[in-house]
């Protein structure tokens, strides 16, 4: 029989100590970590608050194997204490059967994982970057003051602050670089400061009051009373295209690994056509500069074909660790055999905190860096904890 009462009431247990760990770990996770770096970052509460249901999708392909292991880990544990598991195999059920319940609870989480990989947690992750990043304003103010400073790598100019309150740059000095990128060309200090953002145009309004300008040399130049600096917005703040593989849909990363392919083979094409002229010796004199442009697109497509095939391969992956996680959870819980459910999953779980986790981040690097094939770098851990539960199972049906 491979599904009656005892399935059954294997199957709810394992339910319910599976909802209440994944809601125990989830609210762990938001309150004592993903939310402290989100006032970090400089979120104010009221946006905090908005950003959580898009932030909890993307720890489930985290808190679902945990939680999916703990669970086997207490259920099964506690069956083999209550004696349950001998008096199963007393009456003759093989020990295989009572495993069916913890393998359909595998199942059932690694498909819940992909199909939230499909749409939903892509989908989330790019909305949460587009709602961070449509307060402009109210980010940098919470930078400034968080910081004391605004500086970005690709802005040729530097804010800094003693204090903010409310809408107002206490103590502000703005200074920008010259063409070179070497100095600052400009100084300007101002008793009061406001920044306004105008993503029509781009730009960054700093509007000054009471302000001494001079040069880097510390030259005085003048005071004005009001003045108004123009500047720049970094393109990170105003991009809300999908350029990152975690922030696309399914159908998306196939869409745009089809792109970037048909783009590589093009700028194949045009190399082939550059580079014969070129060995006939009679290329115009800017010849070498396409090709070289070309190669570099070529580098940049299959850098880009490498996340793809990553992001590709790793949400499968990360979904069937939850069914590996349950094929490792059945055995060392019946092993242990101690309703001190703490001992068997901390057992259970170092190993894979050391070993599953570690081959998994280095296999992603590696596969984004392309180093190794995705199939290879993303496969191999589930592969060892299948071996490892071969291992375990083989040894439990022989005791």
């Not at 005085?220 to 970094?234: C, R, S």
Request: with cysteine; hydrophobic share 45%; proline share 5%.
């Amino acid at each position: 029989m491979y599904w009656g009462i005892l399935h059954r009431a294997i199957f709810l247990d394992l339910l319910r100590v599976f909802a209440m760990a994944l809601l125990a770990l989830t609210g762990l996770l938001l309150l004592g970590g993903i939310l402290a770096e989100a006032s970090q970052r400089g979120l104010p509460p009221g946006q905090l608050l908005s950003v959580i249901p898009l932030i909890i999708p993307s720890t489930l392909p985290y808190t679902l194997p945990t939680t999916t292991l703990f669970a086997t880990c207490i259920v099964y544990g506690r069956l083999a204490h209550d004696n349950e598991i001998l008096a199963v195999k007393s009456s003759g059920v093989h020990l295989i059967h009572v495993i069916w319940p913890g393998l359909l609870l595998g199942a059932t989480v690694s498909a819940v994982t992909v199909g939230l990989y499909y749409d939903l947690i892509p989908r989330t992750h790019h909305e949460l970057r587009v709602r961070v990043l449509r307060d402009v304003e109210e980010y940098l103010y919470s930078m400034l003051k968080r910081e004391g400073k605004l500086r970005h790598p690709k802005l040729n100019y530097e804010i800094h602050v003693r204090l903010v309150q409310g809408r107002k740059l206490l103590d502000a000095v703005f200074m920008r670089r010259d063409p070179t990128g070497l100095r600052f060309d400009l100084i300007a200090r101002a008793q009061e400061a406001e920044l306004l953002v105008d993503l029509a145009h781009n730009k960054i309004y700093v509007q000054m009051k009471h302000c001494h300008v001079a040069n880097d040399s510390g030259e005085y130049e003048g005071f004005v009373e009001n003045q108004n600096w123009p500047v720049e917005l970094p393109e990170d703040l105003t991009n809300f295209k999908k350029t990152s593989a975690r922030s696309m849909t399914w159908l998306e990363l196939w869409h745009e690994a089809d792109e970037t392919e048909r783009k590589k083979r093009k700028f194949q094409t045009d190399l082939a056509a550059h580079q014969a002229v070129l060995n006939t010796g009679k290329a115009p004199a800017n010849y070498p500069i396409h090709v070289e442009t070309q190669r570099n697109e070529i580098k940049h497509s299959d850098a880009h074909l490498s996340q793809l095939h990553t992001e590709m391969h790793s949400r499968p992956a990360l979904a069937l660790g939850c069914f590996c996680f349950v094929l490792v959870g059945c055995p060392v819980g019946i092993w242990f055999s101690r309703s001190d459910f703490l001992s068997a999953f901390i057992t259970c779980f170092l190993p894979i905190v050391s070993i599953y986790y570690p081959l998994l981040l280095a296999g992603t690097n590696l596969s984004k860096m392309g180093r190794i094939h995705p199939g290879l770098g993303l496969w191999i851990p589930n592969v060892l904890m299948a071996l490892i539960a071969a291992f375990l199972f083989r040894r439990l049906l022989k005791n």
